[in-house]
Structure formats: C-alpha cells, structure tokens
C-alpha cells in the first residue's frame, strides 16, 4: 500500500477518534439535531472555497443523484441518530458500536456490488470477527444495560447499517465525482435536512453556548467533516469499502488513549490486550486484498 494511503488513514483514524468526544461536548449544550445541522453547514462553507479555487466541475446524471441520495443516508439520517443517541451512550461505547461497520460493510459488499471481484477474502471475514473480540475484551468493564442506552445503542446500530450501505453504494456511484464536490453538495443538502429537522422536532429547545461547545463545533465542521470526509471519498476511490470501514475497529481504541493522555482516565490490562487483537485484525483486513490478488495471479498462471 502507498504511504500516502496509508498517511490519509492514520489521519482519518486519528480524527475518528477524536469526534465521539467532540459530539458528547457539542450536544450537552445544543440539541442534537440543531448542533448536527450546524456541523455540516459550516463545513460545507469550508470547502465551497477550495471548489471554486480549483474550478471543479459540479456532477451530473447518476453521479449527482448519487450524491443527493447519500445526503440523506450517508449525513442527515446517521448524524441525527448519532447525535441523538450520544445523549443517552458514552462516547466511548458509541465508538464500540461502531466497530461492527466493517463486519457489516462485508457482509453488505458482494450483495450490492454484485461482481466477483467485490467479494472480501476468508482472512478479513476472519480478521473483522476477531476485531470485535478484541472490542469486546477493551469495553468488557464499562458496558452496562438499560432501556436508555438499549435505545441508544438501537440508534446507533441503525446508523452504522446506513452508513456501511452508503460506503458501498458510493464506491461504485461516485467514481466521477470529485471528492471535494460530493463531500461539499452533501453537507450542504445533510445540513439543511437536519436544519428543517431540527425546526419540527426541536422547535423551543435551548441552547447553552459555550467555549468547550464552540471548540467542540469548529473541530467536528472543520476536521470530523470538512477533513475527515473529503479523505474518506478519495480513499473509497483506491480501496475497498471494507478495507477502509475497518479503521472503525481503531476508532474506539483512541479514544480510550486520549481519555488517559487528556482526562488521566486509568488504562486497565483489558484495554492493552483488547487493543493489540483489534491493531492486529487491521494488518490482516487490510493485507487480505493483496494475498487474495497473488493467489488469483497465481490460479491464472497454471
């Protein structure tokens, strides 16, 4: 794998990491569905520049329905669930929750790619499965059960649903669109979805500003959206959608590290070999496509 691949992922990994806390800060102090539509806004402003610098051509026919479509269930819809569930569900188990993305995305590929060489290879189905362990083994201490979180955790879960589906459907309906266009045309429309959504469902809701909440905002428009997404759609261009949805495994394991570096939460031994299960399940996710094309080279060479 190239180094700028590899570059984009840390960094899309690292970023991931950082917005479940982000989003838990953000919606304490707004409702979830105003504070979710102002996200996307606001990052929408943030790349519409760069369009217009480079004069990047808008797109058209299937690329521009596509690119409406995933407006609602690659932005408005999952935001709303996320950020409405991160007010009953810690950032952390959230994240958890959002490991099971490439496990889903796997199973979701060959069914709506629909050709052979869409299909995920034995060692990443087996590589995903035992990242969930080790998930598992990181939050076995802090999971606990009650309606309210059985709520959030259905939100969540639907949302992850949505956005694997997405994360398949884009690889193959966005290959002509630019990824500075489609990531700007879909928190623009995502954005005011979750704005009039926000105008029904919220109408008379409070908002108490502050400065961890402006701080929060501006992180989750410019770096978790404007950042995260734009390198999101150009690696979906380069890699499979599994390949990349698999850095979810990761996600949850950064969080807990910046909760010990920034909030000096203790690391138990659960977290430590949790993490090294699910770093490990990643190489091989990642290595699969590679082994999987040498031993096709190798079947057509006999």
Same mark, same amino acid.
């Given at each position: 794998?190239?180094?700028?691949?590899?570059?984009?992922? #840390?960094?899309?990994?690292?970023?991931?990491?950082?917005?479940?806390?982000?989003?838990?800060?953000? #919606?304490?102090?707004?409702?979830?569905? =105003?504070?979710?539509?102002?996200?996307?806004?606001?990052?929408?402003?943030?790349?519409?520049?760069?369009?217009?610098? %480079?004069?990047?051509?808008?797109?058209?026919?299937?690329?521009? =329905?596509?690119?409406?479509?995933?407006?609602?269930?690659?932005?408005?819809?999952?935001?709303?669930?996320?950020?409405?569930?991160?007010?009953? *569900?810690?950032?952390?188990?959230?994240? *958890?929750?959002?490991?099971?993305?490439?496990?889903?995305?796997?199973?979701?590929?060959?069914?709506?790619?629909?050709?052979?060489?869409?299909?995920?290879?034995?060692?990443?189905?087996?590589?995903?499965?035992?990242?969930?362990?080790? *998930?598992?083994?990181?939050?076995?201490?802090?999971?606990?059960?009650?309606?309210?979180?059985?709520?959030?955790? &259905?939100?969540?879960?639907?949302?992850?649903?949505?956005?694997?589906?997405?994360?398949?459907?884009? %690889?193959?309906?966005?290959?002509?669109? =630019?990824? &500075?266009?489609?990531?700007? +045309?879909?928190?623009?429309?995502?954005? +005011?979805?979750?704005?009039?959504?926000?105008? +029904?469902? @919220?109408?008379?809701?409070?908002?108490?500003?502050?400065?961890?909440?402006?701080?929060?905002?501006?992180?989750?428009?410019?770096?978790?959206?404007?950042?995260?997404?734009?390198?999101?759609?150009?690696?979906?261009?380069?890699? @499979?959608?599994?390949?990349?949805?698999?850095?979810?495994?990761?996600?949850?394991?950064?969080?807990?590290? @910046?909760?010990?570096?920034?909030?000096? @939460?203790?690391?138990?031994?659960?977290? +430590?070999?949790?993490?090294?299960?699910?770093?490990?399940?990643?190489?091989?996710?990642?290595?699969?496509?590679?082994?999987?094309?040498?031993?096709?080279?190798?079947?057509?060479? %006999?």
């Amino acid at each position: 794998m190239k180094a700028r691949l590899i570059l984009a992922m #840390v960094t899309l990994a690292l970023v991931w990491g950082s917005t479940w806390m982000a989003i838990s800060v953000l #919606v304490k102090a707004v409702p979830p569905l =105003h504070s979710a539509s102002l996200r996307f806004l606001l990052a929408a402003v943030v790349l519409l520049p760069a369009i217009q610098w %480079k004069r990047l051509p808008w797109p058209t026919g299937r690329g521009l =329905h596509a690119t409406i479509l995933l407006s609602l269930s690659m932005i408005a819809l999952p935001s709303a669930l996320v950020f409405w569930s991160e007010q009953r *569900l810690s950032s952390g188990l959230t994240a *958890l929750l959002f490991g099971a993305m490439p496990l889903l995305t796997a199973i979701l590929t060959p069914w709506m790619a629909g050709r052979p060489p869409r299909r995920v290879p034995r060692t990443a189905w087996q590589a995903m499965i035992v990242g969930l362990g080790g *998930l598992g083994i990181v939050f076995s201490r802090v999971i606990s059960t009650s309606l309210s979180q059985a709520l959030g955790a &259905f939100g969540v879960l639907v949302a992850v649903l949505l956005y694997a589906a997405s994360s398949v459907y884009g %690889k193959e309906a966005l290959q002509t669109v =630019h990824p &500075f266009v489609s990531t700007a +045309i879909q928190f623009f429309l995502g954005g +005011i979805w979750l704005a009039l959504a926000s105008l +029904i469902f @919220e109408r008379g809701k409070p908002s108490a500003w502050s400065a961890q909440s402006l701080v929060a905002l501006v992180f989750l428009s410019v770096f978790s959206s404007a950042l995260s997404f734009t390198l999101y759609y150009w690696l979906l261009q380069r890699i @499979e959608a599994y390949q990349l949805t698999s850095l979810q495994l990761i996600v949850p394991i950064i969080a807990i590290a @910046e909760g010990a570096l920034f909030m000096f @939460e203790p690391v138990p031994w659960s977290m +430590i070999v949790g993490a090294a299960v699910v770093l490990g399940s990643v190489i091989f996710v990642m290595r699969s496509r590679q082994e999987d094309e040498q031993g096709i080279a190798l079947q057509l060479g %006999k």
